[in-house]
């Protein structure tokens, strides 16, 4: 939460009576009981809620300092609402009963059955008095749909059935026989105990649990898609540039469960820092059995010549290094991917002052169309372009 310069109601009552005396032509009364002091202190009370209010703001504002109703109202404004909590809807956990298996026995083996029906509650011994009560169980073989109950046999002493506690949360973790006391009259059983512990029963979601997972909420949607790469890369440098291919190897040919990202800082060679860096923000947004590879760029490198012709005003020389100097640097600062066309290379000789015309312009020895280099090719059966190179200046000769 932002630090509020905040004053006590103490340094706001102190503050209002010395602006006031130094604003006044004369000395006024402001002591302890006089009616101007009791005026300030009046004030002084309002601008306190004032200031409580703006910090209750900020609070309820920010989901680290959010409490309550806060956190659900905050939350839902992004997760799915599951129903409502503190008032309003909210993605909130819910709490859970806690439930278990009791045994209800007789001390004796009579030919006659005894029933214990859906509903039948109990209680424990332990001082809690914490209520349970007897759920369905189609697995049990003494349960019945029909009869909505468990149904002892003739001549069996006991049988195990399962129970919820009446109140949802932690309170209904019980220790191993302390459900001991029967508060539904049940004929012909006697005694009754859970055997184990039961630890099932949880409270609501607190706030804390409830905005760790929101954080990873919100981070898993990043994840496994596009969009969860590109901010995944993106976060590694601010240099960063890349090229993601799918279903393909880097030599073209179809593979599919995997994709491939070629990836450069700029420089056509990045380190293995860099690579690292990279490798590390792919893996943590692939998706279970799906590979990725991160690999650089393939230089091309451009060997660029040109002739110029200058105005009559300017030293051809000079024009002739700041014609090499531009067409060096545009040519470097391309990028990943972006391809250099024969037909750019006299257009940007033309945004040099002094250059009337340009000639014979090359790339690699070769005039027109066929001089491009273009950065990405085709993969194997043809269907997709996808990019590989980038495209750094070797030499730019100007004459």
Known sequence: MANLPTQSFQQIVTNAIAGIQGRSAKLINFSQGSSLRAIVEGFAGVFLWFQAMALQLLSAMRLSTAVGADVDSFTADFMPTIGVSNGVASPRLGSQAATGQVTFARFTAAPSTCFVPVGATLTTSDGTNTA???????????????????????????????????????????????????????????????????????????????????????????RGDIFGLNASILGTDVTVQYALTEGYNLDGSYRPGYFFVVADDGSGNPPQSFLTAITNAVQAVRPLSIQAGVFPPTIIQANVSMQITTAPTYDHNTVIAQVAALVATNIDSLGLGNSLFWSQIAAWAYTVPGVTSVQNVQINGVYGDAASLITTQTTQDGTLNYVTSTVKANDVTVS
């Open 132 to 222: 349970f009560a007897v759920i369905s169980d189609t697995t049990n073989p003494y349960f019945s749909a029909t009869l909505q109950g468990y149904t002892l046999p003739s001549s069996t002493l006991s049988m195990t059935v399962a129970v919820e506690a009446s109140v949802s949360g932690s309170s209904g973790n019980v220790s191993a026989n302390t459900i001991t006391v029967m508060t539904s009259p049940i004929t012909g059983i006697d005694t009754v105990t859970n055997i184990a512990a039961f630890t099932n029963g949880a409270d609501q979601e607190s706030d804390s649990a409830l905005k760790a997972r929101f954080a990873a909420y919100i981070l898993g949607l990043s």
